[in-house]
């Protein structure tokens, strides 16, 4: 089977686990400023480029990636949020980011590989927003001025999701959107590679909401950006990010009346405090999430900012023998997105 049939065959018949966030637990490894660039010539300060440790302390992400599978992971995402000429320009890295994406994604194969369970699981290759925006100007006095086109936006995701494939990545995970259209420039880069390698590259896509009315930055509310990009016909749909899983609820249940594919989400550990560190603890996440599945509203369950393997391994127990979501059928019609969806009737 392909991958993706593989996925389809897992997901009808349990909730599967995505793994948490990387960023904190490499923040709890204690690395010094020297750990981050050792063995490159990069001159700038490296403290805090999370995405460069794939590359100069491998076994760092390896131990993380490992507790998540420990937890019951099916899903395991590549440390690669930031891994894009963009993203890295900020570090003068740029010339690194094919060696950091490939690294990430051998990191996740490997750790996946060794295990002999019989427990299926998958890479997600992972892919940010980047630190720029095509929807809107950065300039308030020039409301037309963009930073980037579309087309340096594709080209920047074209080089990361094939090293991400090298690496040996299953799916292409576009996940954080809080602009629809680099979202779009995402989907065209990885139908660009599927004409390139000549194969079937599964995307999953996974939308932020700033929030509490249920909109993206650019935007679009939750069933206008699924018109938006049902077109690419992503393995998942899905939430990450913005909110806890309380406040994400009524947001994943219109997505699960409305998406027909598996729905994916991954909330934050409840919101931050005052410091903004998240105190959410994990009987809380798991016992709000449980009520997803108990309403069969999800295939796929995570955890954003905030969460820890023992997150993960909460909800994964919180889930365990439930039924999955059964994607709806839908009722042909012509469904379009402005800001706020609109249909014709067949």
Same mark, same amino acid.
């Given at each position: 089977?392909?991958?993706?049939?593989?996925?389809?065959?897992?997901?009808?018949?349990?909730?599967?686990?995505?793994?948490?966030?990387?960023?904190?637990?490499?923040?709890?490894?204690?690395?010094?400023?020297?750990?981050?660039?050792?063995?490159?010539?990069?001159?700038?300060?490296?403290?805090?480029?999370?995405?460069?440790?794939?590359?100069?302390?491998?076994?760092?992400?390896?131990?993380?990636?490992?507790?998540?599978?420990?937890?019951?992971?099916?899903?395991?995402?590549?440390?690669?949020?930031?891994?894009?000429?963009?993203?890295?320009?900020?570090?003068?890295?740029?010339?690194?980011?094919?060696?950091?994406?490939?690294?990430?994604?051998?990191?996740?194969?490997?750790?996946?590989?060794?295990?002999?369970?019989?427990?299926?699981?998958?890479?997600?290759?992972?892919?940010?927003?980047?630190?720029?925006?095509?929807?809107?100007?950065?300039?308030?006095?020039?409301?037309?001025?963009?930073?980037?086109?579309?087309?340096?936006?594709? $080209?920047?995701?074209? @080089?990361?999701?094939? !090293? &991400?494939?090298?690496?040996? %990545?299953?799916?292409?995970? =576009?996940?954080?959107?809080?602009?629809?259209?680099?979202?779009?420039?995402?989907?065209?880069?990885?139908?660009?590679?599927?004409?390139?390698?000549?194969?079937?590259?599964?995307?999953?896509?996974?939308?932020?909401?700033?929030?509490?009315?249920?909109?993206?930055?650019?935007?679009?509310?939750?069933?206008?950006?699924?018109?938006?990009?049902?077109?690419?016909?992503?393995?998942?749909?899905?939430?990450?990010?913005?909110?806890?899983?309380?406040?994400?609820?009524?947001?994943?249940?219109?997505?699960?009346?409305?998406?027909?594919?598996?729905?994916?989400?991954?909330?934050?550990?409840?919101?931050?405090?005052?410091?903004?560190?998240? $105190?959410?603890?994990? @009987?809380?996440?798991? !016992? &709000?999430?449980?009520?997803? %599945?108990?309403?069969?509203? =999800?295939?796929?369950?995570?955890?954003?900012?905030?969460?820890?393997?023992?997150?993960?391994?909460?909800?994964?127990?919180?889930?365990?023998?439930?039924?999955?979501?059964?994607?709806?059928?839908?009722?042909?019609?012509?469904?379009?997105?402005?800001?706020?969806?609109?249909?014709?009737?067949?």
């Amino acid at each position: 089977m392909t991958k993706r049939e593989e996925f389809e065959a897992v997901a009808a018949q349990q909730i599967l686990i995505k793994d948490g966030p990387y960023g904190t637990a490499i923040q709890r490894a204690g690395l010094a400023a020297q750990d981050y660039a050792a063995g490159t010539d990069l001159t700038q300060e490296q403290k805090g480029n999370n995405d460069l440790v794939n590359l100069t302390q491998p076994q760092v992400i390896r131990t993380i990636c490992d507790s998540y599978i420990d937890a019951g992971a099916h899903i395991l995402a590549t440390n690669t949020f930031n891994a894009n000429r963009i993203s890295q320009a900020d570090y003068g890295a740029e010339a690194l980011v094919h060696e950091i994406n490939v690294s990430a994604a051998r990191i996740i194969r490997k750790a996946i590989d060794a295990r002999d369970d019989g427990v299926p699981r998958f890479v997600a290759g992972a892919v940010g927003p980047t630190n720029k925006t095509l929807s809107l100007s950065p300039d308030v006095e020039d409301p037309g001025y963009r930073e980037v086109t579309f087309d340096e936006i594709a $080209d920047v995701y074209v @080089e990361q999701c094939r !090293a &991400l494939l090298e690496g040996g %990545a299953d799916f292409i995970l =576009i996940e954080t959107v809080f602009d629809t259209l680099n979202c779009k420039a995402a989907i065209m880069a990885v139908k660009q590679l599927e004409r390139e390698l000549g194969r079937d590259i599964p995307l999953m896509i996974s939308l932020t909401l700033t929030d509490l009315s249920g909109r993206n930055l650019s935007g679009h509310t939750v069933e206008a950006f699924w018109y938006t990009v049902r077109h690419a016909k992503p393995l998942t749909i899905g939430l990450n990010c913005s909110f806890g899983a309380e406040q994400l609820r009524p947001h994943v249940q219109l997505l699960s009346d409305v998406a027909d594919t598996y729905l994916m989400a991954y909330p934050n550990a409840g919101l931050p405090n005052d410091l903004g560190e998240y $105190d959410e603890l994990p @009987e809380t996440t798991a !016992a &709000l999430t449980r009520v997803w %599945a108990e309403n069969r509203r =999800i295939n796929a369950l995570g955890g954003c900012c905030g969460s820890t393997p023992a997150h993960i391994a909460a909800m994964a127990e919180a889930v365990a023998g439930l039924a999955p979501r059964v994607p709806p059928a839908i009722t042909p019609e012509m469904r379009l997105a402005g800001l706020e969806p609109f249909s014709i009737a067949a």
